[in-house]
C-alpha cells in the first residue's frame, strides 16, 4: 500500500524532474533525443528556443563541402585539358579536383540523405498524424515516399542535361538510382548500412567490370549511362552510403570533425597506396594504361584528353565502356578489364581509387565542418554555392553547352570561362540564397518530392 501510495503522490523531485522535461528548448542531456548532439534541417531542438542558445538550422561545413565539390567539377568539365596530378609539378594540381569532386558531392548526399529523414521530435507532441513525429506509424513512409519522388526528378532533370549533348557524364541519373536503392536502409542499424557501403566499394567494381564485358553492345542509354557508364550506380550507391553513416555522427562537434579528417587521410593512404603497391606488386605501370573505364581528365568528362597512359585521346564517342581488346586487332567478345580494378587514375572506377577519392573526400567535409564558421565572411560565397548546388551544377552544363555551341568547337573553353563561371556562380549565389533563400532547382525538387503528402506540418529544408 506505501508503494500504491507514493506512485499516486510524486514528491517534489518527480515533479522537478517532470518539469525539466516538459521545458522547451532545454536539453537534460546527450540522450534527450536525436536533436542533442546531431544536425538536424531544423535546428538543434523541435521546441522553441532562446534566441541567445538558437543554433543555425542549417551545417554551414556541409553547404561549403558542397560548394567545393560543384565548384570542383565546374573547374574538371570547363578547365583545359592538363597532365595527371603531381605533388610535384603545380601546373598539374588542378587536376587534384579530377573524379574527387564528384565523390565529395556524392557524399555529401548521403550525408543530406540523412539529416532529410532522421527522425526528430514531433512540432506538435500532441498530434500524431505529423509525419515527421518517429512514433508516427506514417512518418517513415512519408520519408521514403519523398526520397522515391525526388529520385525520381533528379532522374527527369539528369536525363534533360544529357540531351544537351554536352561531353560532361551527368552524374544525376545515378543520383536517382542511389536514392532509391538506399530506401530499404534509411533507418537500418549504422553497422548494417556500413557492411552494404563496404560490400558496395568492393564488388560494384568487379560487377561493372564484368558487366561492361557482357554487355559491351547493349544499345540502352540506361545501362550505358547509370549502371555501366563514367558513374555506375552499384558502385556509387557505396560512396552514397558512407554519407549515409557520417550523417548520422554529430556533426556539429570538433572531436568528430577530427575523427573525420583522420579517417580521410589514413583511407587515402590505404586507398592510393594499396593500389599502387598492388600494381607493382602485378608488375603494373603506376600509371593506367588500362582502359577500365574512366574517361578522361575531368570529372564526368569524357574526351578531356589526359596526359595519362590510359585516359588520353578518349573522345566523346568513347565516353561508354572502354574494354581492353585480347589479341590485339577487332574483338567482338572483349574479356574483363582485372587490370583496370587495380587503376588509381580519377575515374577508374576501382576499389583503390574509390578509396582514395573517398578519403579525400571526408578530408575535405572535416575541414570544411571545422572551418565554415570560423571563416565567416570570407567562405560565405562559397557556402551559398553548396546552398543553391542543383541549380549551380544544372546551370554550369547549360553554360558549357551554349559556350561550346558557339565556340570553335574545342571540347573544353579553357581558364577564362572557368574563371567567370565560378566567380559569377558565388556572386549570383551569395545574395539569392541571403534574400530569396532555396535555389529554383531546389524548390522545384523539394515541391515535387512533398507533392503526394497530406495535409501537415512542413519541416524546413537542409
Same mark, same amino acid.
Request: contains cysteine; proline residues 9%.
Given at each position: 500500500m506505501?508503494?500504491?501510495?507514493?506512485?499516486?503522490? @510524486?514528491?517534489?523531485?518527480?515533479?522537478?524532474?517532470?518539469?525539466?522535461?516538459?521545458?522547451?528548448?532545454?536539453?537534460?542531456?546527450?540522450? $534527450?533525443?536525436? %536533436?542533442?548532439?546531431?544536425p538536424s534541417?531544423?535546428?538543434?531542438s523541435?521546441?522553441?528556443? @532562446?534566441?541567445?542558445?538558437?543554433?543555425?538550422?542549417r551545417?554551414?561545413?556541409?553547404?561549403?563541402?558542397?560548394?567545393? $565539390?560543384?565548384?570542383?567539377?565546374?573547374?574538371?568539365?570547363?578547365?583545359?585539358?592538363?597532365p595527371?596530378?603531381? !605533388?610535384?609539378r603545380?601546373d598539374?594540381?588542378?587536376? =587534384?579536383?579530377?573524379?574527387?569532386?564528384?565523390?565529395?558531392?556524392?557524399?555529401?548526399?548521403?550525408?543530406?540523405?540523412?539529416?532529410?529523414?532522421?527522425?526528430?521530435?514531433?512540432?506538435?507532441?500532441?498530434?500524431?498524424?505529423?509525419?515527421?513525429?518517429? %512514433? $508516427?506509424?506514417?512518418?517513415?513512409?512519408?520519408?521514403?515516399?519523398?526520397?522515391?519522388?525526388?529520385?525520381?526528378?533528379?532522374?527527369?532533370?539528369?536525363?534533360?542535361?544529357? +540531351?544537351?549533348?554536352?561531353?560532361?557524364?551527368v552524374?544525376? @541519373?545515378?543520383?536517382?538510382?542511389?536514392? +532509391?536503392?538506399?530506401?530499404?536502409?534509411?533507418?537500418?542499424?549504422?553497422?548494417?548500412?556500413?557492411?552494404?557501403?563496404?560490400?558496395?566499394?568492393?564488388?560494384?567494381?568487379?560487377?561493372?567490370?564484368?558487366?561492361r %564485358?557482357?554487355?559491351?553492345?547493349a544499345?540502352d542509354p540506361?545501362?550505358?549511362?547509370v549502371?555501366?557508364?563514367?558513374?555506375?550506380?552499384?558502385t556509387? !550507391?557505396?560512396?552514397?552510403? +558512407?554519407?549515409?553513416? =557520417?550523417?548520422?555522427? @554529430?556533426?556539429?562537434?570538433?572531436?568528430?570533425?577530427?575523427?573525420?579528417?583522420?579517417?580521410?587521410?589514413?583511407?587515402?593512404?590505404v586507398g592510393?597506396?594499396?593500389? +599502387?603497391?598492388v600494381?607493382?606488386?602485378?608488375?603494373?605501370?603506376?600509371?593506367?594504361? %588500362?582502359?577500365?573505364?574512366?574517361t578522361?581528365?575531368?570529372?564526368?568528362?569524357?574526351?578531356?584528353?589526359?596526359?595519362?597512359?590510359?585516359?588520353?585521346?578518349t573522345?566523346?564517342?568513347?565516353?561508354?565502356?572502354h574494354?581492353?581488346?585480347?589479341?590485339?586487332?577487332?574483338?567482338?567478345?572483349?574479356?574483363?578489364?582485372?587490370?583496370?580494378?587495380?587503376?588509381?587514375?580519377?575515374?577508374?572506377?576501382?576499389?583503390?581509387?574509390?578509396?582514395?577519392?573517398?578519403?579525400?573526400?571526408?578530408?575535405v567535409?572535416?575541414l570544411?565542418?571545422?572551418?565554415?564558421?570560423?571563416?565567416?565572411?570570407?567562405?560565405?560565397?562559397?557556402?551559398?554555392v553548396?546552398?543553391?548546388?542543383?541549380?549551380?551544377?544544372?546551370?554550369?552544363?547549360?553554360v558549357y553547352?551554349?559556350?561550346?555551341?558557339?565556340?570553335?568547337?574545342? !571540347?573544353?573553353?579553357?581558364?577564362?570561362?572557368t574563371?567567370?563561371?565560378v566567380?559569377?556562380?558565388?556572386?549570383?549565389?551569395?545574395?539569392?540564397?541571403?534574400?530569396?533563400?532555396?535555389?529554383?532547382?531546389?524548390?522545384?525538387?523539394?515541391r515535387?518530392s512533398?507533392?503526394?503528402?497530406?495535409?501537415?506540418?512542413?519541416?524546413?529544408?537542409?
Amino acid at each position: 500500500m506505501t508503494t500504491s501510495t507514493a506512485r499516486r503522490t @510524486p514528491g517534489p523531485l518527480a515533479s522537478l524532474r517532470r518539469s525539466t522535461r516538459r521545458s522547451p528548448g532545454r536539453s537534460p542531456g546527450p540522450v $534527450a533525443g536525436p %536533436s542533442a548532439d546531431r544536425p538536424s534541417a531544423d535546428g538543434p531542438s523541435a521546441g522553441p528556443a @532562446p534566441a541567445s542558445s538558437a543554433r543555425p538550422s542549417r551545417l554551414d561545413g556541409l553547404d561549403l563541402a558542397r560548394g567545393l $565539390a560543384v565548384l570542383g567539377m565546374v573547374v574538371a568539365h570547363l578547365g583545359p585539358p592538363h597532365p595527371d596530378f603531381d !605533388w610535384a609539378r603545380p601546373d598539374t594540381w588542378a587536376a =587534384v579536383v579530377d573524379g574527387r569532386s564528384a565523390v565529395l558531392f556524392a557524399l555529401c548526399a548521403g550525408v543530406s540523405l540523412t539529416l532529410m529523414t532522421r527522425p526528430r521530435p514531433a512540432s506538435d507532441p500532441s498530434d500524431p498524424s505529423d509525419p515527421s513525429d518517429p %512514433s $508516427a506509424p506514417e512518418g517513415l513512409v512519408v520519408h521514403r515516399r519523398r526520397v522515391l519522388v525526388r529520385a525520381v526528378a533528379l532522374f527527369v532533370l539528369g536525363s534533360l542535361l544529357t +540531351v544537351l549533348d554536352t561531353p560532361v557524364q551527368v552524374i544525376l @541519373p545515378t543520383y536517382a538510382v542511389c536514392f +532509391v536503392a538506399t530506401i530499404p536502409l534509411l533507418r537500418a542499424r549504422t553497422r548494417t548500412v556500413a557492411g552494404v557501403a563496404a560490400a558496395a566499394l568492393v564488388t560494384g567494381p568487379v560487377c561493372t567490370a564484368v558487366g561492361r %564485358s557482357v554487355l559491351h553492345d547493349a544499345s540502352d542509354p540506361l545501362v550505358h549511362g547509370v549502371l555501366l557508364g563514367a558513374y555506375p550506380g552499384i558502385t556509387w !550507391w557505396g560512396v552514397v552510403l +558512407v554519407g549515409l553513416v =557520417v550523417g548520422r555522427l @554529430p556533426l556539429r562537434r570538433t572531436r568528430v570533425h577530427l575523427l573525420l579528417l583522420a579517417a580521410g587521410i589514413a583511407a587515402e593512404v590505404v586507398g592510393y597506396g594499396g593500389g +599502387v603497391l598492388v600494381r607493382a606488386a602485378l608488375g603494373l605501370p603506376p600509371g593506367d594504361t %588500362s582502359a577500365s573505364g574512366s574517361t578522361s581528365t575531368g570529372s564526368g568528362t569524357a574526351g578531356a584528353g589526359s596526359a595519362g597512359a590510359g585516359s588520353a585521346g578518349t573522345s566523346p564517342a568513347d565516353a561508354g565502356p572502354h574494354l581492353v581488346p585480347q589479341g590485339g586487332g577487332t574483338v567482338e567478345h572483349p574479356g574483363v578489364d582485372w587490370a583496370g580494378l587495380t587503376s588509381v587514375q580519377p575515374h577508374a572506377g576501382s576499389t583503390p581509387e574509390l578509396l582514395g577519392a573517398l578519403g579525400v573526400a571526408l578530408a575535405v567535409l572535416a575541414l570544411s565542418l571545422l572551418t565554415a564558421r570560423r571563416a565567416g565572411v570570407l567562405l560565405a560565397p562559397v557556402r551559398a554555392v553548396g546552398a543553391l548546388a542543383l541549380t549551380v551544377y544544372a546551370a554550369h552544363i547549360v553554360v558549357y553547352a551554349a559556350l561550346d555551341a558557339t565556340g570553335d568547337g574545342h !571540347w573544353h573553353t579553357g581558364w577564362t570561362a572557368t574563371l567567370l563561371v565560378v566567380v559569377g556562380a558565388g556572386l549570383v549565389a551569395t545574395p539569392w540564397r541571403r534574400w530569396i533563400g532555396t535555389g529554383p532547382l531546389e524548390r522545384l525538387v523539394r515541391r515535387t518530392s512533398r507533392s503526394l503528402d497530406g495535409p501537415g506540418p512542413r519541416s524546413r529544408p537542409h
